[in-house]
C-alpha cells in the first residue's frame, strides 16, 4: 500500500546529489510507515483516512502560469506593500511574483530555479526531521517553494508573502510545497505564507517549511489559512533556533474543511525568545487541529504560547501542545495558554497541555479552558441596547483581536479582522 | 411612568419576591433601602431583564408597554438605564467602543439621526466632565483593572451618554469612598430634571445624603413593608434595621 502511493509520484529529478540522499531517507521511512493513523497518539483525533483516500493528481509544472494577474487579484491579500511569491497548485508562478533585484547577502526565490535549489540544498531537510508519512511524502515528491536567505546583519526591506494559491476544480489535486528560510547571524526577515483558493475537488496540502535563526537573528513567521471548498492541510513548520535568536510565529486559520498544524521549535542555544500566537476560528464542518511542540534543549530561554478558537456549529477543534525541558535546560520560562470559545452545543474542542520537564530551576505554566461565551457579557451590552447579535459580535471581535491585534506585518491586521467578523455576521 | 402591581418573583422555586406595588412618575426620586437579604438585587435584575428570575404573578408596566416582555436592549432603547453593582470586566472591549453603538442604537429608537465620529466625540467630552472621568479610561478594556470607584463612575458617565427617562442605580455606592461618592452623586443630580425617574437601590442612608429623594421605601422579606419621605431614611439610619424587623415580627 506504501508502496503504491510511492509508486504514483512524478519523478520530479533533483540533480544534486544532498537532495538525492533526502529523497532516499525519506522514501524509506514512508515505504516502513506510510501515513499516519489515529493509533498514534499524536493523530487520536484525526481522521487521516479521510484525507488520503481520495485518487489524487500531481499537478504539472505548468500549474504555475494557469492563474493570471486578473485572477489573481480576485483573491484575499494579494496586493500588500510586499515581495511576492506566488505557487499555484505547488509551482511557482513567476508572473504573479515580485522579488526585489539581486543584492549581495539576500536571496528571495522559488526552489524550481536551479540556481536557488543549489543554494538551499545544503539546508533542505536539516531541520524538519522524518517524523511522519506526511514530512516524508514531502521530502520525497516536493513540487516547488520558496527559499528565503539573509547573509550576517542583512535585514529585508519589506515583508515577503510566499502566497500558497490552490484551485482544483478538474481533478484532486496533492499539492507539496516546500520552503526553506535562512537568517543568518544577526539578520532578520518577515514572511508570511497565505494559503488560499478554493477547490469544489478534494485538494490535499502537504505543506512543510523550514526555517534555522542564527545567533541573534530575528524572524517574524505568519501562516494564514484562508483556503474555501474542499481545503485539506496538513502543516509542518519546523523552526531551529540559535543563541539568542527570536522567533514570533502567528498561525491564523480562518478558512479550510480539514487542517493540521504542526508547529515545532527546537531551542539549540541560550537566551532564544519564541512566541507562539495562534488563533482558529471554526464552523459548519470543519475540522482543525494544532500541535505545538517547544524543545527546550538549552539554558534560560523563553517560550510563550497563546492559542485561541472560536468554535461553532460542528466544528471540531482539537489542541496540543507540547513543552519539553530538557536537563540543561535550567532557566527556562515556558508559558503556555490555550482558551476555547464553543458557540453551539455540537462544536467539539480536545485540548491537552503536556509538559515534561527534566530540569529543576524553571518556570512553566500552562492552562487550557473551553466555554461558551461569557453571558453576563453579553447581558451588559444589551442592557446598555446593543442587540443580542451585535454583543455577540463585538465579544468575538475583541477576543479575536488579542491574536491578530499582535501581527507585525501590520497591514495584515485590518482585512484579517474583516475575514474574522464576517465568519460571525450571524 | 413606571407602574409595579403585586409583583411576585421566585428563583429555583424559592420566592424571594413576595408583592410588591410601585409607582415612579417623571420628575421623582424613589429610593429602595433594605437590609441585606430583603430583595433589592433582585427587584433591579427583573426591571434590567434578567432571566434567571421566574415572576409567578403582577405586572410591571413602563410607559404604557409590558416591561416584562422586553428584551434588555429594548428596555435600554426605551429609555431605561441600570447602574450595576458589580459591572463586568470586557477584555479588548473598550467603553468608547460599545457606547457608540449603544448610543446610536438608542437615537434610532428615538427617530434621531446617528452621530457620527465627531459628534459622538463631542458628546463624550461634555459628559465627561459631569463624572471627571479622562479619556484614558473609556479607551481601556471596560473595567479592567478600574478602581471601584472607577467603575462606578464609568456607569454613570454611560447614564450621561444615554440619556435615560429611568435610571436605576443598583447600590452605586457600595465600596466608595467619600469623594467617589459625591462625585457619582453629583453626576447624578446634575442629569435630574421634570421628565427623568430615578431608582435608588441602596443599603445606607450614606447616598441619600447628596441625592434627596422624594421617596423613601423600606424592602424587607421580598416586600415594601414601609413608605415615606427622606426622613424615613433618617430614622433608618438611627434605629438601623432591626427596628423594621421587630415590627414585621409584631405584624406577623
Ligand atoms: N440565584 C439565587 N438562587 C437562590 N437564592 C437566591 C438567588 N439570588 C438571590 N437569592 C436569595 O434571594 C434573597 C434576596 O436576595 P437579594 O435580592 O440579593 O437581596 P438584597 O439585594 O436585598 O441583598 C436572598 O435570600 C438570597 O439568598
Known amino acids: ?426 | 411612568m413606571l407602574t409595579i402591581k403585586d409583583l411576585k418573583a421566585s428563583i429555583e422555586g424559592k420566592e424571594i419576591l413576595k408583592g410588591i406595588s410601585l409607582e415612579v412618575r417623571p420628575g421623582e426620586v424613589h429610593a429602595i433601602m433594605g437590609p441585606n437579604g430583603s430583595g433589592k438585587s433582585t427587584l433591579s435584575a427583573i426591571l434590567a431583564g434578567r432571566e434567571e428570575f421566574e415572576v409567578t404573578s403582577g405586572s410591571v408596566t413602563y410607559q404604557g408597554q409590558d416591561l416584562l416582555e422586553m428584551a434588555p436592549e429594548d428596555r435600554a432603547r426605551a429609555g431605561i438605564f441600570l447602574a450595576f453593582q458589580y459591572p463586568v470586566e470586557i477584555p479588548g472591549v473598550s467603553t468608547t467602543n460599545f457606547l457608540k453603538t449603544a448610543v446610536n442604537e438608542l437615537r434610532k429608537a428615538r427617530g434621531q439621526e446617528p452621530l457620527d465620529a465627531v459628534q459622538f466625540l463631542k458628546l463624550m467630552k461634555e459628559k465627561m466632565k459631569l463624572v471627571e472621568m479622562n479619556q484614558s479610561l473609556l479607551s481601556r478594556s471596560l473595567n479592567e483593572g478600574f478602581s471601584g470607584g472607577e467603575k462606578k463612575r464609568n456607569e454613570i458617565f454611560q447614564m450621561a451618554m444615554l440619556e435615560p427617562n429611568l435610571s436605576i442605580l443598583d447600590e452605586t455606592d457600595s465600596g466608595l469612598d467619600i469623594d467617589a461618592l459625591r462625585l457619582v452623586a453629583s453626576g447624578v443630580n446634575q442629569l435630574r430634571s421634570k421628565d427623568n425617574a430615578c431608582i435608588l437601590i441602596t443599603h445606607y442612608q450614606r447616598l441619600l445624603e447628596y441625592i434627596v429623594p422624594d421617596y423613601v421605601h423600606v424592602l424587607y422579606n421580598g416586600k415594601i413593608v414601609k413608605s415615606g419621605d427622606k426622613n424615613l431614611a433618617l430614622e433608618l439610619e438611627a434605629k438601623g434595621y432591626d427596628w423594621i424587623k421587630e415590627e414585621e415580627k409584631v405584624e406577623a
Open chain 1, 1 to 426: 500500500m506504501n508502496n503504491a502511493i510511492i509508486a504514483q509520484d512524478p519523478d520530479i529529478q533533483r540533480s544534486l546529489a544532498p537532495l538525492q540522499t533526502k529523497r532516499e531517507e525519506a522514501k524509506a521511512y514512508f515505504e516502513k510507515h506510510g501515513y499516519p493513523h489515529s493509533k498514534l497518539e499524536d493523530w487520536k483525533y484525526v481522521p487521516v483516512h479521510r484525507i488520503i483516500a481520495p485518487a489524487y493528481e500531481n499537478p504539472a509544472p505548468d500549474a504555475g502560469g494557469s492563474v493570471d494577474r486578473d485572477a489573481f487579484a480576485a483573491y484575499p491579500l494579494t496586493s500588500l506593500d510586499a515581495w511576492y511569491l506566488v505557487f499555484v497548485n505547488g509551482w511557482f508562478s513567476a508572473e504573479l511574483s515580485q522579488v526585489p533585484s539581486p543584492e549581495e547577502g539576500i536571496l528571495i526565490g522559488a526552489l524550481s530555479d536551479e540556481q536557488v535549489l543549489a543554494q538551499a540544498a545544503p539546508y533542505l531537510g536539516n531541520v524538519a526531521t522524518l517524523e511522519s508519512g506526511f514530512v516524508a511524502s514531502n521530502t520525497m515528491g516536493f513540487t516547488d517553494g520558496a527559499f528565503i536567505h539573509t547573509a550576517a546583519g542583512k535585514t529585508l526591506d519589506k515583508p515577503v508573502v510566499v502566497y500558497h494559491l490552490t484551485v482544483a476544480h478538474d481533478a484532486p489535486l496533492k499539492i507539496r510545497p516546500r520552503n526553506l528560510f535562512v537568517a543568518e547571524s544577526n539578520s532578520s526577515f518577515k514572511v508570511v505564507e497565505i494559503f488560499a483558493g478554493d477547490a469544489s475537488r478534494e485538494a490535499l496540502t502537504n505543506m512543510v517549511t523550514e526555517l534555522k535563526a542564527e545567533q541573534d537573528a530575528v524572524v517574524d513567521y505568519t501562516k494564514l489559512q484562508l483556503e474555501t471548498g474542499s481545503n485539506f492541510h496538513v502543516g509542518y513548520t519546523e523552526i531551529e533556533q540559535h543563541k539568542n535568536a527570536s522567533v514570533d510565529t502567528h498561525i491564523i486559520s480562518l478558512d479550510g474543511a480539514f487542517v493540521r498544524n504542526n508547529l515545532h521549535f527546537r531551542l539549540m542555544d541560550k537566551q532564544c525568545r519564541s512566541i507562539m500566537n495562534g488563533l482558529y476560528l471554526l464552523s459548519g464542518n470543519q475540522f482543525l487541529d494544532n500541535h505545538t511542540r517547544v524543545n527546550h534543549n538549552s539554558p534560560e530561554c523563553y517560550s510563550d504560547q497563546l492559542y485561541k478558537g472560536i468554535i461553532n456549529e460542528q466544528a471540531t477543534a482539537v489542541f496540543n501542545g507540547k513543552i519539553f525541558v530538557e536537563k540543561d535546560a535550567q532557566k527556562t520560562n515556558a508559558y503556555q495558554r490555550n482558551i476555547n470559545i464553543l458557540l453551539s452545543d455540537e462544536a467539539t474542542v480536545n485540548t491537552k497541555p503536556q509538559l515534561e520537564i527534566f530540569a529543576d530551576d524553571v518556570r512553566c505554566t500552562h492552562g487550557a479552558t473551553s466555554g461558551h461565551l461569557d453571558e453576563e457579557a453579553v447581558f451588559y451590552l444589551r442592557s446598555r441596547g446593543l442587540s443580542e447579535k451585535d454583543a455577540k459580535r463585538m465579544l468575538l471581535r475583541a477576543y479575536s483581536e488579542e491574536v491578530i491585534g499582535k501581527l507585525q506585518v501590520e497591514e495584515l491586521i485590518a482585512p484579517l479582522m474583516k475575514i474574522a467578523a464576517e465568519k460571525f455576521k450571524d
